[in-house]
């Protein structure tokens, strides 16, 4: 195991989020092969310490992912928090024998987790409640930078 596991306590985003950040980023990356045998330990023998390493070697991942939600003025050890959920999810439902790395399926659980912490929390008064909505609502972001004033030939 080595430097790779660290203590959790020592692993919590808080208040010193550059702490956690720069441990998260020493944990080295797993290879495909490793990945696979580990994957396979947790998914055949639900071997709970496969799951860890699992996790702790996809974290900067998630850091990654709660830095592209920053613009929503919540605390970013919050999102990190919510993916951090989202990938312990992935994780338990990950299936090795499909051929996609645990990255690319835990994606979509880590968005899915830090998507319902924003709703729940980004307004006093609940938002975006159905699919439709919470998807105008996520993509009216990337509306307004993409739309420009009118020009006078245009609002003739």
Do not use: C
Not at 29 to 43: G, M, N, P
Not at 137 to 156: D, M, V
């Amino acid at each position: 195991m080595g430097k790779s596991l660290q203590p959790v306590d020592q692993m919590v985003p808080g208040a010193n989020l550059g702490a956690y950040v720069q441990a998260v980023s020493s944990i080295p990356v797993l290879s495909v092969e490793r990945e696979r045998e580990l994957a396979e330990d947790l998914y055949y023998n639900e071997n709970l310490q496969a799951a860890r390493e699992l996790v702790m070697s996809h974290l900067r991942f998630v850091v990654h992912i709660a830095r592209s939600y920053s613009g929503y003025g919540l605390a970013e050890a919050d999102l990190i928090q919510e993916g951090n959920v989202g990938l312990m999810k992935a994780a338990k439902r990950y299936n090795p024998e499909k051929g996609v790395r645990l990255v690319s399926f835990a994606v979509h659980w880590i968005k899915a987790e830090m998507h319902e912490f924003i709703l729940r929390n980004w307004r006093i008064v609940k938002v975006a409640t159905t699919k439709a909505q919470r998807k105008l609502f996520f993509n009216l972001r990337g509306a307004k930078k993409t739309l420009a004033w009118l020009s006078a030939a245009e609002a003739q």
